[in-house]
């Protein structure tokens, strides 16, 4: 899920803009405990079924070389 060169943790944002109020797995992991927040996000929607958008999230985190549980 792409939209400007960063993951939309919302939604797909087809335009190369990012849309205000959104923002991206690097700009939560830059935030003092953003790291530890996007893992309790990713293991919520896991809970939650919804799959699609934790695999996103970790992937994302992946490029960004970011620890996961």
Do not use: W
């Not at 944002?13 to 849309?19: C, D, F, G, K, L």
């Amino acid at each position: 899920m792409q939209a400007g060169g960063n993951t939309v943790v919302a939604y797909v944002q087809s335009s190369m803009h990012r849309p205000k109020g959104r923002i991206s797995v690097a700009d939560i992991a830059a935030q003092p405990g953003g790291i530890e927040a996007l893992q309790r996000r990713v293991h919520e929607l896991r809970s939650s079924g919804v799959d699609f958008a934790a695999n996103a999230i970790e992937q994302e985190m992946a490029a960004l070389d970011l620890p996961r549980r």
